[in-house]
């Protein structure tokens, strides 16, 4: 009971935190990643890597580093997704940007996890 309790305000804590859509300002070391991010990737999965009905949130536990390399993602951001549904990026990000790219993202779901605590 307390624990379905618990659950609920968890809930709740994460709706009102997905209704804010205010994105804060990564630490340094993870802005320019930040900032390569919304340009290229946060049109469509958003600035808060949320994604929509349409694109995976990339803080969704499927893309961990245990499940979802960081070859995996530079892969995808270079060839596109296995079912070719996102296409390739490779023209608008240099080498070193998908690397800032990585670290930004690997950063987000890094501190969703500790916020959860
Ligand atoms: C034009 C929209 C669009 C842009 C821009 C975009 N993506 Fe995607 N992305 C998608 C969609 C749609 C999917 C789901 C495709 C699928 O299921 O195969 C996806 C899937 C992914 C996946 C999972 C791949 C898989 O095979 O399951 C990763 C990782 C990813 N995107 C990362 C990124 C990164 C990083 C960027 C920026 C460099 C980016 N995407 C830019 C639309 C986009």
Same mark, same amino acid.
């Given at each position: ?25 990564? +630490?340094?070391? @993870?802005?320019?990643? =930040? ?6 990737? #946060?049109?469509?999965?958003? $600035? ?16 961990? +580093?245990?499940? @979802?390399?960081?070859? =995996? ?6 060839? #596109?997704?296995?079912?070719? $549904? ?21 950063y987000?779901q890094e501190s969703?996890n500790?916020?959860?605590?």
């Amino acid at each position: 009971m307390k624990k379905n309790i618990i659950s609920l305000a968890l809930i709740v804590l994460g709706l009102t935190a997905c209704s804010e859509k205010s994105v804060k300002t990564a +630490p340094d070391g @993870f802005k320019s990643g =930040q900032q390569v991010y919304n340009k290229v990737c #946060g049109a469509c999965h958003g $600035v808060d890597l949320m994604g929509n009905s349409a694109v995976p949130a990339l803080m969704d536990d499927r893309f961990s +580093p245990e499940r @979802f390399s960081d070859d =995996q993602i530079r892969n995808t951001i270079i060839n #596109g997704s296995q079912s070719r $549904v996102m296409r390739p990026q490779r023209g608008r990000v240099s080498d070193s940007e998908i690397e800032e790219i990585i670290k930004y993202i690997r950063y987000s779901q890094e501190s969703k996890n500790t916020n959860q605590k």
